[in-house]
């Protein structure tokens, strides 16, 4: 017979393991040991789930609900029930009486038991269930260095085109496909298929070029031999590396006349990127994106080092629930919120119930690259989708999960999160802090209201916008969000005790808000390219800069006689000893190198300047002079007369 005994050391249940269970034995068991207690020890690290009661306390401690129950009353003069909750601090008190550390054991919450079991399917994974999938590449470099239009040579699209100013300004994912000859017969077409993410190369969006290296194989270094290594393409080298992806290097604009392709090799050399021909480990490709030289080149090249190099991590299994890495999202007039997802596991259907960050949904439709309809997508597969509830981050991983009701907690206790992060990013007020703060200088805020298309864009533009940091001037974003300029956002720069600007990027103003707008006399700014807006704000925020005051000194003279004219005044006769004096110039007077005249407060200029007889618009080094100070007589042989001008400078941040 088996006798099972509670953690209290009560007799709970007694079974017969073997013959029958109403067996004389059985029976016998049951006569003498049915509710007795059995000792039992119960020593050293114990822990403890909440709710914490008298009863879990019991069974985790191995003391009697009545002792227990006496010992509370002596410790806290209260009377408890077998349920009552009881403060771990006391429990944990008692326990120690009897050798025993209480630990509270913290409740496993919905987002933590789903990223587990996301853990989990990964690392148990079947090998057998395991399929290739295609590598990810993404192109990364300098702006203006070709990486778009060498993917659109490879597309054989315009996509360049549609770029304003010539620059991408968001993470684009394309799938490729590309064909090359069986090595065993060299006739029959194999098709390998690559993934393409474009990354913008201007450093507003160093975050945005963070996020593609985070989720590569491959990261394609686009070097434009014109122009050499920059400070962008050493940034991309950087991520590359610290995501631990392989590089390729692709030597771009080699047709052209300026092509110095051995000086952009140096460069690389200097930057630890050795190729493969000289003992390296880095593949380099020359290209142009013009004639299309080298391109099956970069394709092979990229092929061969997923073969050679990748080929375990280039597995994936795709029966499993999807999860990926949110690439870009923005909201559409037509559609709502759209989200580029790239699939790194699993397979994604439309249908699925998906968490995004702090926003979940069920997918409603799905597109590839090229906009064709989809209902599944497998492993490195980049797809724009709808349904989601609201803009997600940029780079917020999402996951399928089986139930909406599970989807929307997780979703509403990461909201809860974010705002209490945003709210703890403000220090607690303290005397000390109040008292320096009073010390310093006054900072004046330049409020900017700012609307885009994409939740990328929006990261990108406030990481510039914070840049621009003077000790005097700051921006400071009173609203950022994705989408048309609307009325609220109007509504809230007028309520705004200063003047705030509104500025959109790629968006434009709906008719309500412009009306507004018009009739208040609020101007709203609309950009489609980064540089411009960012160099409007700097204007702003320069412009609220105090000038500077600056001092130019112009000449000195001495005065070597005094003559009292009435009706006039003292006249000075001078000598210039070193400059000139100007008749329009400010002055002060220098008695024995102190200034006795005017006043720190106060600014005087001449009344005359004569040279003999004539009037003198300026008299220079080495000439003699007769001068009146406008207000000052008290003037002695000796004296320096000191000639200058005050120059008003704009500060620049």
């Not at 034995?25 to 003498?32: E, F, G, I, S």
């Not at 434009?224 to 400070?231: E, I, K, S, Y």
């Not at 580029?340 to 249908?351: A, H, I, P, S, Y």
């Not at 406008?630 to 008003?648: H, S």
Request: some cysteine; charged content about 30%; glycine content about 8%.
């Amino acid at each position: 017979p088996a006798i099972v005994v509670g953690a209290n050391g009560q007799v709970e249940m007694i079974e017969q393991q073997w013959g029958s269970r109403r067996g004389p034995r059985a029976a016998l068991l049951r006569k003498h040991m049915r509710g007795k207690t059995v000792k039992t020890v119960i020593e050293g690290l114990v822990e403890i789930s909440p709710p914490i009661t008298v009863r879990s306390v019991s069974e985790a401690i191995g003391m009697k609900v009545g002792d227990l129950s006496k010992r509370l009353l002596k410790e806290t003069n209260q009377l408890y029930g077998v349920n009552s909750p009881i403060e771990f601090h006391v429990a944990a008190s008692i326990a120690a009486e009897k050798n025993v550390e209480l630990v509270l054991k913290k409740q496993e919450t919905a987002e933590e038991k789903l990223l587990r079991e996301f853990e989990e399917a990964a690392e148990n994974v079947d090998p057998e269930k395991l399929r290739p999938r295609p590598p990810v590449v993404t192109i990364m470099g300098h702006v203006d260095h070709g990486k778009t239009s060498l993917l659109d040579k490879i597309r054989s699209t315009k996509v360049v085109d549609t770029e304003v100013g010539g620059i991408t300004q968001v993470i684009r994912a394309w799938s490729v496909v590309h064909k090359v000859e069986d090595p065993d017969t060299g006739e029959k077409v194999i098709e390998r298929r690559i993934t393409f993410l474009d990354t913008p190369g201007h450093e507003a969006f160093t975050k945005m070029r963070a996020r593609g290296a985070n989720v590569t194989d491959i990261a394609v270094i686009v070097v434009a031999a014109t122009d050499g290594v920059r400070p962008q393409t050493e940034e991309a080298i950087a991520h590359a590396r610290a995501a631990e992806v392989r590089i390729i290097v692709a030597i771009n604009k080699v047709d052209m006349p300026n092509a110095d392709v051995e000086k952009t090799r140096r460069q690389l050399y200097g930057m630890n990127l050795l190729p493969d021909d000289m003992g390296g480990d880095t593949q380099f490709v020359e290209t142009s994106a013009a004639t299309g030289q080298g391109i099956d080149d970069l394709l092979t090249a990229i092929l061969l080092e997923a073969e050679l190099n990748l080929d375990e991590d280039l597995q994936a299994d795709p029966d499993r629930p999807a999860t990926g890495t949110c690439l870009e999202a923005y909201m559409n007039a037509d559609e709502g919120v759209m989200a580029t997802l790239l699939v790194q596991q699993g397979t994604l259907k439309r249908g699925d119930i998906v968490l995004c960050g702090s926003t979940f949904g069920t997918i409603r439709a799905m597109y590839s690259d090229s906009g064709r309809l989809l209902r599944e997508a497998g492993p490195s597969t980049p797809v724009r989708i709808t349904g989601l509830k609201e803009v997600p981050n940029a780079d917020d991983p999402f996951f399928v999960v089986d139930e909406i009701a599970k989807a929307q907690e997780i979703a509403d206790l990461r909201r809860v999160k974010e705002r209490e992060s945003q709210l703890n990013r403000f220090a607690p007020v303290s005397l000390e802090s109040l008292t320096a703060a009073k010390s310093k200088i006054k900072i004046t805020e330049l409020k900017v209201i700012l609307k885009a298309e994409a939740r990328g864009s929006v990261e990108a533009i406030k990481k510039e916008l914070e840049k621009l940091v003077h000790e005097e001037v700051r921006t400071r974003v009173l609203h950022a969000g994705i989408g048309a300029i609307t009325e609220s956002d109007v509504q809230l720069a007028l309520t705004s005790p200063d003047d705030t600007l509104i500025v959109g990027f790629n968006v434009t103003a709906d008719d309500d808000a412009l009306r507004l707008a018009e009739a208040r006399g609020i101007k709203l700014n609309e950009y489609q390219i980064i540089y411009n807006l960012v160099d409007d704000v700097k204007a702003a925020l320069e412009g609220r800069l105090k000038p500077i005051e600056e001092v130019v000194h112009l000449g000195r003279a001495v005065i070597r006689d005094t003559f009292r004219i009435s009706k006039v005044g003292t006249i000075a006769g001078c000598y210039v000893t070193s400059g000139v004096i100007e008749r329009n110039a400010r002055v002060r007077v220098i008695r024995e190198g102190v200034v006795i005249f005017p006043p720190a407060d106060k600014v005087v200029g001449l009344d005359s300047l004569k040279r003999f007889k004539d009037d003198a618009k300026e008299v220079r080094e080495g000439f003699e002079c007769g001068l009146k100070i406008a207000g000052f007589d008290d003037v002695k042989t000796g004296d320096v007369i000191e000639a200058f001008k005050i120059e008003v400078k704009q500060r620049t941040l």
